[in-house]
């Protein structure tokens, strides 16, 4: 495991793409799976034994460390356009938004504004298949921490944030994290190609909708 | 062709030796919570190729065959009655139509598997058919399988079964199982993933947090005898024994994590991540489990068995896992030759 930062970090997290990206392309033998986190890239790999072990850890070691030196001379990250993920901000989906609002001292309408407004983009997709850990949100909410005590479920789609970063939770799984809002787009389905809605590196746009706009599209994705 | 399920048992889910590559995506593996056994039991039907099982924990299913089957029982100690008498484990049975196998509870270790010639015919998702549970995929519609319901076998399984007990008995060390119609062979497998001592030594490298942890915590991880606490379960195992305390609090970027670390959340227990677990995470690291431990560590019953660490070195590790992967390629390469050496 290569760690780029002890805190999160966008640029950081950029360079850990690029590392990731890299190692990815050079196809050294025996690596199964090169997974970017938010500042640390880390390679799987396996060996038939002792000595192959031992040559394979010192060549991904050599790899990681040579394509972190290139990652650190590479410009800006190239534009795209983002992925636009649509967001019912409506009450009914969004059951802490008040606090949020209440914490940072402001509307739950500027919150939304804001939380729309931040140059998103995803920093990794980690925890459970296709969930997406979201980076840039605004310095005006990033100092929510999660909440005291997690939920011990929350409703696929669920769109929250904490600690400066915004969850987009793909499945009915528990979580701490201040739900502010629900996506009818369905993140993961493993028959899909790609599986994964988002991939880390995207940038994101949440569009506000409303519940009926939530209601229709949630049909048209096949409901959940 | 099916198989149908009268009682579920215990986390009744089809299994392989899971998906590779889409870890990036937060896809882990998964597969086999013991590997080794699963592999075991699918040669022990002639199953060439890795083919699809059915894991189940501490409590078997009771099942109903509809046509003639070759099957296996391998990992966990179960005394299975089939049709009432008693069924051999660790070694191929022919099961005839009309027949009930109830597996009953493990005497010993965690996981069974049971193998069936041919496999279990569910659909490859994602490059695997294993159950993944937190993600709702693969396997029986990507749930535990329940009572009722009908696992689908290969088209062939019939012609597949009696052809291939035909060649595992042409020596004629063959035999009746008592009552039930059934035969199987004098052989049997040995289970190499059942704990060879009490307390089980697991062994671990140090994590890339172990620092961070007080001397005392760090101590106690290789010197306490701990037990596998009953609300574990395939993502992970949690530890009953003293708490682990960090020398300062300390916040760790979430980053990935693997099958085998021992992550210690705020509360000081430790949790070892097993074949389901989440991709990433933020827990201090104290430990890893060297891969070659895994499986007997997947076989320690919650409440039952102990468990005591001891600390190696990678070289150690490394070695250990070669150890494993050629005693279970010797055992495979001596059960491929029980069945002759033609190709299905």
């Known amino acids: 495991m290569l760690e780029l930062a002890e805190e999160t970090d966008l640029a950081a997290n950029a360079a850990a793409r690029r590392v990731a990206a890299e190692v990815r392309t050079a196809g050294l033998e025996g690596i199964t799976d090169v997974v970017a986190a938010i500042v640390t890239v880390t390679v799987h790999f396996t060996a038939k034994d002792a000595a192959q072990a031992s040559a394979r850890r010192e060549a991904v070691g050599h790899l990681l460390l040579a394509a972190l030196a290139r990652a650190g001379e590479a410009g800006d990250e190239p534009e795209r356009a983002p992925v636009a993920i649509p967001v019912c901000y409506d009450p009914a989906f969004a059951p802490d938004l008040d606090e949020v609002a209440a914490a940072t001292g402001l509307s739950p309408d500027e919150v939304v504004r804001l939380h729309v407004g931040s140059p998103n983009r995803v920093l990794m997709i980690g925890f459970v298949p296709g969930h997406a850990y979201v980076g840039g949100l605004d310095a005006k909410l990033a100092s929510v921490p999660r909440r005291a005590s997690p939920r011990a479920r929350l409703e696929a789609g669920s769109v929250a944030i904490a600690n400066g970063q915004t969850s987009v939770y793909p499945f009915a799984t528990p979580g701490g994290w201040n739900i502010i809002g629900r996506t009818p787009l369905r993140l993961f389905d493993p028959l899909r190609d790609p599986a994964s809605l988002l991939q880390a590196g995207d940038p994101v746009r949440f569009e506000p909708i409303s519940a009926r706009e939530f209601q229709r599209l949630a049909a048209e994705h096949g409901g959940r | 062709m099916t198989v149908r399920v009268l009682r579920s048992g215990v986390l009744a889910t089809v299994q392989d030796l899971g998906r590779s590559g889409l870890q990036h995506l937060a896809i882990v593996p998964g597969g086999a919570m013991d590997p080794v056994s699963h592999r075991i039991a699918n040669a022990l039907v002639g199953n060439v190729r890795d083919c699809a099982t059915l894991e189940f924990a501490l409590a078997g299913p009771e099942l109903a065959f509809d046509r003639d089957a070759l099957i296996a029982l391998h990992g966990a100690r179960f005394e299975p009655r089939l049709d009432g008498a008693p069924m051999p484990v660790a070694r191929p049975v022919l099961v005839r139509a009309g027949a009930t196998l109830r597996i009953g509870r493990a005497a010993e270790g965690a996981f069974g598997y049971l193998a069936v010639a041919g496999g279990i015919d569910v659909p490859v998702v994602l490059g695997g058919r294993s159950t993944f549970l937190p993600g709702g995929f693969g396997g029986l519609d990507g749930r535990a399988v329940s009572a009722g319901a009908a696992i689908p076998l290969a088209d062939d399984v019939v012609a597949l079964s009696e052809a291939r007990f035909a060649r595992v008995v042409r020596g004629g060390r063959t035999g009746e199982v008592s009552g039930s119609g059934a035969r199987s062979v004098r052989w049997f497998a040995p289970m190499l ?37 009953p609300d574990s379960n395939r993502m992970g195992y949690r530890l009953l024994g003293p708490k682990l305390a960090l020398r300062a609090p300390k916040d760790i970027v979430s980053q990935a994590v693997c099958l085998g670390t021992v992550q210690v959340p705020g509360g000081g227990q430790p949790i070892v991540l097993m074949a389901d677990h989440q991709t990433t995470g933020g827990y201090p690291r104290i430990a890893e ?20 660490f001891e600390r190696v070195g990678l070289a150690e590790a490394d070695a250990a896992r070669s150890d494993l992967a050629r005693r279970v390629d010797d055992l495979l390469e001596r059960l491929r030759w029980e069945f002759g050496d033609e190709n299905d």
Do not use: C, K, N, Y
């Not at chain 2, 994590?207 to 991880?221: I, M, N, Q």
């Not at chain 2, 489990?289 to 005591?308: E, K, N, T, Y």
């Open chain 2, 289 to 308: 489990v060297i891969s070659a431990d895994m499986p007997r560590l997947a076989q320690a019953a919650p409440g039952a068995a102990a468990v005591r």
């Open chain 2, 193 to 229: 993933t059942l704990a060879a001592t009490d307390p089980l030594v697991v062994r671990v490298v140090d994590g890339v947090h172990a620092e961070l942890f007080e001397d005392a915590a760090r101590a106690a991880l290789t010197a306490e005898r701990w037990r596998v606490a």
